[in-house]
């Protein structure tokens, strides 16, 4: 099992890194059916100054790339690199999925929904296995980046459970956008990070198979400003600035189409609305049929169907129902 020992030596997949080493690990779990090994990297970066452990994720679903975009430029630009402690980072932990473009794993598992796995059981549920025993032990703090699925985009977010006051001070330090109360998933990492009593941080923004730049950057500000938070935070990086408080979002609720057509969103994600507020228009191909999509409450839209087409039921957008400052909530702590 992972572990980092008396004299601050870090030992995982039976490798040593030292204080002030560097190491990439290449964890390979199975071959592709050409029998071309399928690596997993794990890009290790250690300070000689003993200090918390970081565990960076993206790419869980492997079609969810803004993720994999944060997680690259945290390495590129060396903000990996701490001033006391340890960062691991693992852009692409589902690399099958990443390869095809796919959510899941070649069998058909999520392996966000199969933690903390099994030896001897699916491929997807061997990597949890493997990843929960041999990496996440060594984690003191986890951040783990994803993107709303499908073609519906979710505003930049970090979403938490409600009574869990450690996340909550660790979301309002990475101030994204919005913060959101959210159950915990069964078999999830988070439920698993949970169990163990790591504190993690889940961010989601944007949609699966798309690179947004503007996303991207909300979550690598945010992460740096949980590793200055910690102390970590290389001195030659600025912190970047705070230009308004999170908005903690405390329920929600989906508007859903009523008839099925062709959809024309009329706002962006992100944005507060009135209630009765024209948002969206569905139509028939044929210029026969126009239905105006309208709030039935007041609220922040955190989530926007971005396909052109929806069905009767589907889910078109996601609105708070119930939202508060930073510092109202602060109050509430209080």
């Known amino acids: 099992m992972a572990h980092i020992d008396d004299q601050n030596v870090l030992y995982i997949f039976d490798q040593t890194i030292l204080p002030g080493a560097k190491a990439t690990i290449n964890f390979n779990m199975a071959k592709l059916y050409t029998t071309t090994n399928v690596d997993v990297p794990i890009i290790i970066e250690r300070s000689k100054v003993p200090g918390p452990t970081v565990l960076i994720t993206g790419g869980i679903h492997g079609d969810e790339v803004n993720g994999v975009e944060i997680v690259r430029q945290l390495i590129s630009k060396g903000i990996n690199k701490p001033k006391i402690g340890t960062i691991i980072c693992v ?20 392996l966000n929904r ?7 059981g699916s491929l997807a549920s061997r990597l949890a296995y493997q990843f929960t025993k041999n ?48 159950k915990t998933i069964p078999k999830s990492y988070r439920e698993t990070c949970g169990k163990l009593n790591i ?31 910690l102390g970590m935070l290389d ?14 979002i405390d329920s929600s609720t989906w508007i859903r189409a009523k008839y099925s057509g062709l959809l024309h969103t009329k706002i ?67």
């Open 235 to 248: 001195d030659k990086f600025s912190v970047p600035d705070v230009n308004a408080p999170t908005v903690i």
């Open 268 to 334: 962006e994600c992100g944005k507060h609305v009135e209630k009765g507020e024209y948002i969206a228009t569905i139509t028939d191909p044929y210029g026969q049929f126009r239905h105006k999509v309208k709030t039935n409450n007041e609220g922040y839209i955190i989530n926007v169907n971005q396909s052109p087409m929806v069905y009767q039921g589907d889910a078109i957008f996601h609105i708070s129902t119930s939202s508060q400052s930073n510092e109202e909530a602060e109050g509430e702590d209080n």
């Open 199 to 229: 504190p993690i941080l889940l961010f989601e923004g944007g949609k699966s198979q798309d690179n947004d730049k503007t996303i991207a950057k909300y979550g690598v500000d945010g992460s740096m400003r949980i590793l200055n938070h």
């Open 135 to 182: 990496i996440l032990p060594v984690a003191n703090y986890c951040l783990d980046f994803h993107t709303g699925g499908a073609s519906r985009f979710n505003a930049p977010q970090i979403r938490v459970k409600k009574g869990d006051a450690e996340a909550l001070d660790f979301a309002k330090v990475f101030n994204a956008p919005f913060t959101m109360y959210s």
């Open 114 to 120: 199969v933690f903390p796995g099994f030896k001897n």
């Open 91 to 110: 852009p692409v932990l589902n690399v099958f999925g990443f390869l095809n473009m796919n959510r899941e794993f070649p069998d058909g598992r999520d």
